[in-house]
């Protein structure tokens, strides 16, 4: 048994992975008995720990918001940095994509509400599978300045670099400033991309974020669009197709999971995988048949909502009898 410093830091770590937490299953993870949870959470309470209990048989523990835990000391850039960093870690295949999300929620729940308020503008779609090629790197004052704009729904004006070596910088006789409605920020295979709509085109367009020059002040607010088929993740994929997109399976499904899109996508290298809050994503997936999708998404550890098709709704139910008659020693049936 790990010593209780030890064990309330695990304690801790664990509350911030997801929302809600039943007493037995924290106390099967930490290999001690509920009252030892009970007594370890009364300490980490002493602590300054918000921590709410639910009672009942199902009865668990969350983690409140962290307003009476003194804020740690990190100016605005820093703040930015934090967040890039920790959020593109999804991305960076090391296996340390999970680690990184607890450390934001715990960065972020003892941060000051300004700076709480910046991270969470920065809101990062991870689409793709991770890439061994070097990538090219992006100011983070760029990142900012574009997930700012998509965050406040502002036309962003800005300077595209051209893709060759000698048209990356712009002056004064160069094109003009491209205009368009940022609507997500997104990662595929290491690379930054905003996905936006083009005003002088009158299209869509994914825009590669190290050749974008930010111009200010931003353009007007603007009312959101949907992006063809409704879904930012599957819409990229569309358009890099052949370009490490996911594999043309016969089944494909989505649904959504109560847990962080870091903490998914780097176990579904051909999966598509959209950020839909600091503790929800969209997944997209595919499998050779209908129940080992099912299978494979019913490995995380978090609660599911299926988006569709009903083919995905019925391979659930369908693998919910065969576990629920393996567990009383029946027969599963067919």
């Known amino acids: 048994m790990q010593k209780t410093s030890a064990r309330l830091l695990s304690l801790l770590s664990l509350l911030q992975v997801r929302r809600d937490w039943p007493g037995a299953l924290l106390a099967e993870r930490l290999c001690v008995s509920p009252r ?38 990190f100016d605005d850039e820093q703040a930015v940095a934090l967040a890039v960093a920790l959020q593109s870690a999804a991305g960076t295949g090391a296996g340390i994509e999970e680690a990184a999300a607890r450390a934001l929620n715990t960065v972020r729940q003892v941060m000051p ?18 890439t061994a090629r070097p990538t090219p790197q992006v100011d983070s004052r760029v990142l900012m300045a574009l997930s700012a704009a ?14 060759s070596p000698s048209g990356a910088g712009q002056d004064s006789t160069g094109p003009p400033p491209r205009r368009a409605q940022p609507h997500h920020l997104v990662t595929w295979s290491g690379r930054w991309y905003l996905v936006a709509w083009d005003l002088d085109r009158e299209d869509w367009r994914i825009f590669r974020a190290d050749r974008i020059s930010p111009r200010t002040p931003t ?15 599957a ?17 494909r499904g989505e649904v959504i999971l109560d847990l962080p899109a ?33 299978a494979t998404i019913g490995r995380f550890d978090a609660d599911i909502e299926v ?4 083919e995905l709704r019925h391979a659930f139910a369908h693998l919910a009898r065969r576990y629920a008659d393996a567990s009383a020693g029946g027969p599963t049936g067919v």
């Open 36 to 73: 030892t949870v009970r007594r370890d959470v009364d300490r980490l309470r002493e602590l300054g720990y918000p921590i709410m209990a639910s009672k009942g048989p199902d009865g668990g523990y969350r983690l409140g918001a962290g307003t009476e835990l003194p804020p740690l000391l």
């Open 113 to 130: 509400a300004r700076l709480r308020h910046r991270i969470d503008t920065l809101q990062v779609t991870a689409v793709g599978r991770p």
């Open 150 to 163: 998509v965050h406040a729904r502002e036309v962003l004006r800005f300077d595209y670099a051209s893709a």
């Open 219 to 233: 353009g007007p607010r603007f009312t959101p669009r949907e992006v063809p088929g409704g879904e930012v993740a």
């Open 235 to 251: 819409f990229v994929a569309d358009r890099f197709q052949g370009s490490d997109g996911p594999d043309d399976w016969p089944c």
């Open 262 to 294: 870091a903490a998914v996508s780097r176990y579904v290298h051909d999966g598509l995988v959209e950020e839909l809050g600091p503790d929800r994503c969209r997944l997209v997936l595919g499998s050779w048949s209908w129940p080992g999708l099912a």
């Open 307 to 310: 988006v569709g098709p009903p």
